[in-house]
């Protein structure tokens, strides 16, 4: 059999599999797709919550240059504080917690990845990450001085687990939503009758796909101006700039209400969405077993999907340059604006707009000139790596390297623009790399080796830290060189290869030979 011969076979396959009217997807609930990521646009676990575990760190920290817990940090002094065995920088600590926080999403992750592939139960599970993770946001309501930094420990490495586990089944919710939409059933029909080819299908999906990527971008994007809008209002409301106390307490309020707001915006998204069908669990194997076994069916696939591997590595090594450099900026941004609830809302307002419009002009250009999806993200990585430099140069001098007021402004704009894109397009590549019928199981691997790498950076980027005498740009030395070398596999990926790799792993799959081991 043909190549093309292999591909239409899975086209084929596919129509008959989920083409059928019961699950074509809708505009409501594309829409309710949309909306929800509006709640879980990162604003809980993934912005205000690191930024009040590090305040609670700040406030209960110390001078170093002064006896234990005799004075205060300073902002223009170090800040420690004892923890897991050894006083620490504040800065470090969060790095080190960081990189705990992604060891354990990576073990969930490898244990339930797989469970989102059988059954018609899927959406279950992102269900029950929005429901923790919203229980989470309302329990900092009970963490509002630094007495209680040790519980801030916790809720911050939970609420990051669960935000992140709910964002990664979200997600991979997509590529299932554009194989059914009509327009998409209609061209594979076309393809059957001989009046389309196999490749300007495959264009015209991938487009698709990134159309729907990038829409939920721009959404969100859109939502999230609203929300950081009231939020201004309620931190007027809190009297925030007037004392530390307020301050503090206006970081768990905040954190509460972009909580309250995601699962208001989950819910659509919860009762909307269509069951597809997924796969039958292998004979002999348990819901408690098959995650590990189908993932590590899928690195042993990876092998034989030379391309999907060659991406996975690049994924692996950027997604570690990507998270450990937001995180280091974070750090250091927090400590700029001295902790401000305040200046860190309207920094996000800035860096969510130029995030929008980023994401919207990239889509534009993509859609104008009808660019592939990698070629996409390699200009993205390209600024990526222009961050990482704008940091390194801050080593040797306090003139420039996020050190001062206005470059957090840049570089929120900066971030927006030139950076945000990368969620969108390393998302869509995955769908690109991938063979359909086991997408969850793939996304869910993606996950997994990101989540891996993301707990590898910081805790490296800790230990540098400490080992410079408390330099904070130094990381950027590892994330530069990392991410350097991550872009040379990135150059090599074919996403034509892989298509002719992933029709013969579907129709391998299709006759139990790929799967084969998997059951016990």
Known sequence: ??????????????????????????????????????????????????????????????????????????????????????????????????????????????????????????????????????????????????????????????????????????????????????????????????????????????????????????????????????????????????????????????IAFAGGVWLLCALPWFFLEKRRPGLALPLGASMLTIGFKQTFVAFRECMRLKQTFLYLIFYFLMGDVLNTTVTVIGTLQNSVVSYSTLQLTLLLIVGIVTQGLGIYLFWLVQKRWKISTKTMLCFNVFWILVLTIWGLIGIHTDKFGFKHVWEIWLYQAYYGLMVCPWYAYSQTMISEVSPLPQMFLFFALFSVVGKTSAFIGPLVSSAIITASGNNDNYPFVFLFTLGALSTGFLYFVDVEKSRKECGEFILAEAKREAFADAAP
């Open 1 to 254: 059999m043909s190549e093309k011969e292999k591909v239409a076979e899975d086209i084929t396959v596919r129509e008959e599999d989920s083409g059928s009217q019961q699950w074509t997807t809708t505009r409501i609930e594309l829409w309710a797709f949309y909306v929800y990521y509006i709640g879980n646009n990162g604003l809980s676990g993934f912005n205000f919550g690191p930024s009040q575990f590090q305040n609670l760190l700040f406030l209960a920290g110390y001078d170093p240059s002064q006896p234990p817990f005799t004075a205060p940090c300073g902002a223009d002094t170090d800040c420690v504080l004892p923890y897991l065995g050894r006083v620490r920088d504040v800065n470090s600590i969060v790095l080190l917690t960081n990189g705990i926080s992604f060891a354990l999403q990576a073990v969930v992750l490898l244990m339930v990845g797989a469970w989102a592939d059988y059954g018609t139960w899927r959406p279950n599970i992102t269900i029950f990450f929005t429901i923790f993770a919203v229980a989470v946001s309302f329990a900092w309501l009970g963490v509002e001085d630094a007495s209680k930094w040790e519980a801030g420990v916790a809720l911050y490495m939970l609420g990051l687990i669960t935000y992140q586990c709910a964002l990664t089944f979200w997600t991979a919710a997509f590529p299932g939503l554009a194989r059914d939409l009509p327009e998409v059933q209609e061209s594979a029909a076309r393809v059957d009758a001989g009046e389309k080819t196999i490749e300007e299908h495959a264009n015209y999906e991938s487009l698709e796909r990134n159309r729907i990527s990038n829409v939920s971008f721009a959404v969100c994007s859109a939502g999230e101006i609203i929300i950081l809008a009231i939020m201004v209002g309620i931190l007027k409301g809190l009297k925030s700039d007037e004392s530390t106390e307020n301050n503090t307490k206006a970081f768990s309020v905040l």
